[in-house]
């Protein structure tokens, strides 16, 4: 038996590592090298997953029922900002393996560390509580039509199933969306299928013209590019070495797909008529032969578990983003329960009005997300040629500070909501007075705050 020289250094195995059945603890610090596990193709399912369910079903449905679109129209609108969406994921996702830190604590660099404070704190209640509550409401629909439970105990124990994912943490929602996938693909498909069959495509629509192509633009983008702010969260713990084509290839291609079929399947099942008084989810699988509209509702369970899943995990990693010094049994496993137990106060809330809770919740989320998004793209490409070693130093610096990332994300919401937003309770300026330019507000507050952020920033170097 030999020992190595007292000079040797012992490397530390990994206490994590790729276990999937064990509870993370790493919170917003970077993931050490001996934790690195895992290739790019998992963000494929990982992405993939959480969209075959109701909720991008529904993008499509209110496309053609609420923006007044024919089919091709909406599938025109839904492509394009789904594409668009897909897109930043897909160069979002590479903070991964360079940082290995969640993707709002990246978010340092845009708007300093106490400035991130903003719009990690808002990620963590747009996933949290608002997509959560979103996702939840749609599964307890789909298992309250299944088995004739009431509401709130569908509700109930379809939360419980999402917080549990959340709180053993990042292996485990790997693993959990990797065994979902086929199953929800195939259902889905097989949905699809007899719903283009029994649809009218050439039916016209109800006259939505640019402004509904607009809003049914700005809901894919809103929905597709909602997932941008926790692009890394499930990149981070890949290794450095990474093939960094195909880490920003297989999220963008799992989200671009999974989106935009389901989301067509949704505009064509708009163009049949469905019973009068149903449930959003009754609605949808109305039209199906019995075996197939109940395999359809366990997906939709399914589906909603797997979005949560992220949401719940992802709101988690915002908070820990934030960088408060939390007393020790609040970490992350303990957060991700309480924002489901606050998303499950939501959904309670919502459970009586979903469809125009959800049509209002899809615009108005990107109203932050494409200001944030123009800064965060703006100050990636600003500092490309900057060392890793620097940029890391910076994440963790508590005095370092970037006032024109918070002053152009403001700028970019005050110009925009203001002048663009066109919602049941506040029309801007603009559409009230040309109602042909529907909703783009997230589009000028991308805009705004891009070219502002850009301006200030060299303006300070």
């Avoid at 007044?68 to 025109?76: P, T």
């Avoid at 963008?252 to 949704?266: E, H, K, P, R, T």
């Avoid at 989320?365 to 490409?381: N, T």
Wanted: glycine residues 12%; contains cysteine.
């Amino acid at each position: 038996m030999t020992t190595a020289p007292a000079s040797t250094p012992v490397t530390p195995g990994p206490e994590y590592g790729d276990k999937v059945i064990a509870v993370e603890t790493a919170g917003s610090e970077p993931i050490p090298d001996a934790e690195r596990h895992g290739g790019p193709l998992q963000l494929l399912w990982t992405w993939a997953s959480p969209n075959i369910e109701f909720a991008t079903v529904y993008i499509g449905v209110i496309s053609v029922l609420f923006f007044g679109l024919d089919f091709w129209q909406a599938s025109a609108a839904l492509l394009l900002g789904t594409a668009l969406g897909s897109l930043t994921h897909g160069i979002l996702s590479l903070d991964g393996p360079r940082f290995g830190v969640p993707q709002m604590a990246v978010g340092r660099f845009a708007f300093g560390y106490r400035g991130n404070l903003l719009p990690a704190g808002v990620n963590a209640l747009v996933a949290g509580v608002g997509w959560f509550a979103v996702n939840s409401v749609s599964a307890a629909f789909a298992l309250e039509t299944l088995t004739g439970l009431r509401p709130l105990p569908s509700l109930l124990l379809v939360v419980a199933a999402e917080i549990v994912i959340g709180f053993i943490g990042h292996n485990f929602v790997h693993a959990f969306e990797k065994y979902a996938f086929p199953v929800l693909a195939v259902v889905f498909l097989l949905a699809g299928v007899w719903t283009f069959g029994e649809a009218d495509l050439g039916a016209p629509g109800a006259g939505g013209g640019i402004g509904g192509f607009l809003l049914a633009f700005s809901a894919a983008w809103g929905y597709t590019a909602g997932w941008n702010p926790g692009a890394s969260d499930y990149s981070r713990y890949l290794p450095r070495t990474a093939d960094r084509f195909r880490t920003a290839l297989y999220p963008a291609v799992g989200l671009f797909v999974s989106v935009s079929v389901v989301a067509l399947i949704g505009a064509a099942s708009a163009t049949i008529v469905a019973p009068e008084g149903a449930s959003p989810t009754a609605a949808f699988t109305g039209h199906l032969p019995s075996w197939l509209s109940n395999l359809v509702l366990l997906a939709i369970i399914l589906g909603a578990v797997s979005a949560n899943a992220l949401n719940v995990y992802s709101s988690a990693m915002s908070i820990t983003s934030l960088g408060l010094r939390l007393p020790v049994w609040l970490g992350r496993g303990a957060i991700v329960v309480l924002c489901g137990l606050a998303g499950t106060a939501a959904a309670w809330s919502s459970l009586a009005d979903a469809g125009h809770a959800y049509e209002a919740f899809l615009l108005v989320i990107a109203y932050w997300v494409g200001p944030w998004l123009g800064v965060v793209l703006v100050e990636r490409w600003l500092r490309s040629r900057t060392p890793v070693e620097a940029l890391g130093a910076r994440l963790s610096d508590r005095a370092f500070t970037n006032w024109p990332g918070i002053i152009a994300l403001l700028a970019g919401i005050a110009v925009s909501v203001p002048l663009f937003s066109n919602q049941e309770k506040y029309v801007g300026w603009i559409p009230e007075q040309w109602p042909s330019f529907g909703d783009i507000t997230c589009l000028v507050g991308f805009a705004v705050s891009a070219g502002l952020y850009g301006v200030l920033r060299r303006a300070v170097r």
